[in-house]
């Protein structure tokens, strides 16, 4: 489908990687229901599915990335590519990104670094959502920040998480199905709390923990839109609202290289000791087992591979709609 619309193949790769991903590890909102948009908004002229990575060295390890309204999830890849030798040499490496897009599920990114030996910390702004502490007016995206450690496990440890108190993600899957939402996830837009998904949706996310998540919104905005040149809060264009003008999201990426600071063989022990130390920790009643971040999204993955990924029937009909306008073989068909 991203090559029916102009995307390169290799670029179609990433894009379609990224998807999946996101999908394969219980990340839905994330995953391929995220493809129509990104299609309307190539067609519409809003997202350049040929972009080329500008990209400023302002010192050897630093790059200024503008992604020149490219596909957000590509657009990271590429940086994050160039990234790798800059830490390799240096030990730490940093990029901020301008002009982008939604770009997926940040743990993508991170995970990848983790396959390398690297701990990537990544941040992104986004599309107005959430409010400031004692604000009824979205202004920060849900600004989500995270990062990945390898292990010897099988699975990296994963923390990604919203400073909102949950993913907006969340109440559009819950709207779409047609069902509430728990009423300490969002105001409406008078600034009262709501079970209802389409209010939600013209209001505000609350903060997670209250100051707290505010505090870490701001961080991630100074550091993904501020530094980088991007748009800021409010300026931030919707993707599903917006049909006129570019998103121009902001990212901020700083990489590890491991080996700078201790053999990775041994971080792989020092932290396997460390998730083998939490897990047998002694247990609250009723727990059955300690997880660690990661571990439930790894295990998500698993399963998914084993039995297939599932698709609500509104995102099949979507991508159904989709290829019969574009001439691409439908190549799914519902679970009997």
């Not at 972009?51 to 630093?62: G, K, N, S």
């Not at 996830?185 to 709390?193: K, T």
Request: glycine share 8%; hydrophobic share 45%.
């Amino acid at each position: 489908m991203a090559r029916a619309v102009g995307v390169p193949d290799e670029d179609a790769v990433i894009l379609a990687d990224a998807l999946v991903d996101a999908d394969l590890q219980g990340t839905s909102t994330h995953g391929i229901t995220r493809l129509g948009i990104y299609v309307r908004r190539i067609e519409a002229g809003l997202v350049d599915p040929k972009a080329e990575l500008i990209v400023e060295a302002r010192r050897p390890a630093v790059l200024v990335v503008d992604a020149a309204d490219g596909l957000g999830q590509v657009q990271a890849v590429k940086t994050l590519d160039r990234l790798v030798p800059l830490a390799r040499k240096y030990g730490v490496a940093a990029a901020t990104i301008r002009r982008s897009q939604h770009f997926g599920a940040l743990s993508y990114y991170c995970n990848r670094a983790a396959a390398s030996d690297a701990v990537l910390l990544a941040m992104t702004s986004a599309e107005p959502a959430m409010s400031p502490e004692g604000s009824c007016e979205p202004f920060f995206g849900t600004n989500p920040v995270a990062v990945s450690f390898p292990t010897g496990k099988g699975y990296p440890v994963k923390i990604d998480l919203a400073s909102s108190v949950t993913a907006r993600g969340n109440i559009v899957a819950a709207a779409k199905a047609g069902r509430p939402i728990p009423d300490d996830w969002a105001l409406d837009p008078d600034g009262h709390p709501t079970t209802d998904p389409a209010k939600a949706l013209l209001g505000s996310v609350l903060t997670m923990a209250g100051h707290k998540g505010y505090a870490l919104a701001v961080m991630v905005e100074v550091l993904a839109s501020v530094l980088s040149g991007a748009a800021v809060g409010p300026d931030i264009g919707s993707m599903y609202k917006h049909q006129d003008r570019p998103q121009n999201v902001g990212h901020f990426f700083c990489l590890f290289d491991i080996a700078a600071f201790v053999e990775p063989e041994r971080f792989r022990a020092r932290i396997d000791a460390m998730i083998d130390r939490i897990k047998a920790s002694r247990r609250r009643p009723g727990v059955e087992e300690i997880l660690v971040p990661g571990e439930r999204s790894h295990r998500a993955r698993l399963e998914n591979e084993r039995q297939g990924v599932p698709i609500d029937a509104a995102t099949l009909e979507e991508l159904k709609r989709l290829c019969d306008e574009h001439d691409v073989p439908w190549m799914l068909e519902a679970a009997q």
